[in-house]
């Protein structure tokens, strides 16, 4: 059975793997089940939070990092736990240039247009130049713990202008509600890997 497993964890290129359920936080399970070092054996590019929602996960080239709620990055503990995170091994099969300024929508509608399948999980990696870029990140929680929505509405938005940077996510396939969230889920990391959250608003001046 160990050879079994090893096998399919060496060939899960392609394949979404998740922990939790967006339900489950739904309902306030915001302690961290799943050690970071050993979410890493299942993708090297994802999103997610830590342990009691305390920020916003980015993973990138298989490296961890951790918005924080002031809209800094740092390098987490991978001994952190999550309570939620979607990762994936990145190998694009489809790359394109956009050359002229977009925003959110424009980039959405520009990845419908070019993966027009909804009912697939699409990985999106985005690298861009911005004129500006807004974000948000979840603030560390503690028992009793609030709802979900009452995290969020305390987010503190954090805004960037001339910024590069990647943004990392996934469009989700509308019949996963209640076990992700349908549509796009999108976390930017500048380029110098010091400001990050979850994506908000931006204007992308060009990218990849």
Excluded at 24 to 29: D, G, Q, T, V
Excluded at 140 to 163: D, F, G, I, L, N
Aim: charged share 25%; with cysteine.
């Amino acid at each position: 059975m160990e050879n079994m497993k090893n096998d399919w964890m060496h060939n899960m290129t392609d394949t979404v793997v998740q922990v939790s359920l967006l339900d489950a936080l739904l309902a306030r399970k915001f302690d961290g089940c799943l050690p970071c070092r050993e979410l890493l054996k299942y993708g090297d590019f994802g999103i997610g939070t830590y342990d009691q929602m305390d920020g916003e996960m980015i993973i990138l080239d298989g490296k961890l990092y951790q918005g924080k709620a002031d809209g800094k990055v740092s390098l987490p503990d991978p001994d952190n736990r999550t309570p939620f995170a979607s990762v994936c091994r990145f190998r694009p099969d489809r790359t394109w240039t956009l050359d002229a300024s977009v925003d959110l929508d424009a980039l959405k509608k520009a990845i419908d247009e070019n993966a027009a399948n909804q009912n697939v999980f699409v990985a999106v990696r985005v690298q861009g130049t911005f004129s500006y870029m807004k974000t948000h990140a979840l603030q560390k929680q503690s028992k009793p713990y609030p709802s979900t929505a009452e995290v969020v509405k305390a987010c503190v938005q954090h805004e960037m202008e001339t910024v590069s940077g990647t943004i990392v996510g996934f469009r989700s396939p509308p019949y996963v509600r209640g076990i992700g969230d349908p549509g796009y889920h999108l976390h930017f990391l500048s380029e110098d890997k010091t400001q990050g959250g979850h994506v908000l608003a931006f204007t992308m001046e060009q990218g990849e």
